[in-house]
């Protein structure tokens, strides 16, 4: 199934901007099998919410109530099934939204605090999604099924043209080495060189004459792909290169990796599109049953209203 992070809208910062007051005594209001929750936490979770998805303030705050207590029921659950997010995961995630839209980690919990949100009122909403997202594919993975009935449906509804067409790709990888331990100038040395391929690259049929100027770089097949067998980020970057140009360089454990695209056909089939209709109709259930699961661990917390 497939899992999300809700998206930071940045451009509401400036419009709210307010200062962070930590108050000496917080109330509390909801306590989650001995976890409480206090007003403070409702109202930061409020604003980040108001900041992050154009709710009203009385919304927000209604809502904040109830994604902080499915929050701690979230956490309980996966200390119960040993399940435990690390700091640097959490960090990790923090750090994927600031890349999302365009600033580094610093710049991201400046504007949030702009907002009159504390970054780690971000990192609690992550943890918990984090673990939860944890969860699910331990009691899920492999267990989703879509019956072939819903998906003919699903086609019947796309038009025909859609229906017979399906895009496919021959790909190539291109690594230019790095060995373990390099130093730091070697490494930029080394993607330094993969923008230059990269940029004299015109074809698969011409590699030799382009790589041949650089020592240590290996092509590897990688065969047809179809549109939908890549992965989102990739496809949607050689959807917008086409045939005869590299991917950007990307780093992996064996140096910088990059994908020529050699050649892109349009063949007669459904394959892509049934694949892609599957997959939504994966998500969908995959997204039911976190529901249901959410709410039958609710049933069994402890919640306690103030």
């Known amino acids: 199934m497939r899992l999300r992070f809700v998206p930071v809208i ?3 910062f400036l419009a709210l901007a307010m200062p962070i007051v930590t108050p000496a005594f917080a109330a509390i209001k909801v306590i ?12 930061q979770r409020a604003r980040l919410i108001t900041l992050t998805q ?28 040993g399940i435990e997010v690390g700091s640097s995961e959490i960090d990790n995630a923090f750090n994927n939204i600031a890349r ?7 710049q991201l919990s400046k504007a949030l605090r702009s907002g009159g949100v504390k970054p780690e009122t971000l990192k609690a909403r992550l943890k918990a999604q984090l673990a939860w997202n ?19 449906a699903a086609l019947q509804k796309k038009d025909e043209a859609d ?20 130093s730091g100038g070697f490494k930029s040395k080394r993607k330094q060189e993969s923008n230059k391929i990269r940029a004299a690259f015109s074809s698969c ?7 041949g100027q650089y020592s240590e770089v290996v092509v590897q097949p990688i065969g047809r792909r179809l549109e939908t067998e890549l992965p989102a980020e990739m ?6 290169l086409g045939p005869g140009k590299l991917t950007k360089p990307s780093a992996t454990p064996v140096g910088y990796e990059m994908i020529a695209i050699c050649g892109k056909r349009e063949i007669a089939s459904d394959i892509a599109v049934r694949a892609e209709l599957e997959n939504e109709l994966r998500a969908k259930e995959g997204e039911s049953q976190s529901r249901k699961y959410l709410m039958d661990v609710r049933r069994r917390a402890t919640i306690i209203y103030r």
Do not use: H
Request: aromatic residues 2%.
């Open 54 to 81: 154009r709710k009203s303030a009385s919304i927000a705050k209604r809502q904040a109530e109830q994604e902080l207590i499915d929050d701690q029921v979230k956490l309980a659950e996966a200390e119960r099934m």
């Open 235 to 240: 496809r949607e970057e050689i959807n917008s």
């Open 205 to 211: 049929e011409e590699v030799g004459s382009v790589l």
């Open 163 to 182: 229906r017979q067409k399906s895009v496919e790709y021959d790909l190539k990888r291109v690594i230019v080495v790095v060995p373990k331990n390099s």
């Open 100 to 106: 999302n839209v365009k600033m580094s980690p610093s």
């Open 134 to 152: 944890q969860l699910l594919r331990r009691r899920f993975s492999g267990k989703i099924e879509v019956d072939e009935s819903d998906i003919i």
């Open 32 to 43: 989650v099998n001995d976890t409480p929750i206090t007003d403070y936490d409702i109202s």
């Open 10 to 12: 940045m451009g509401l």
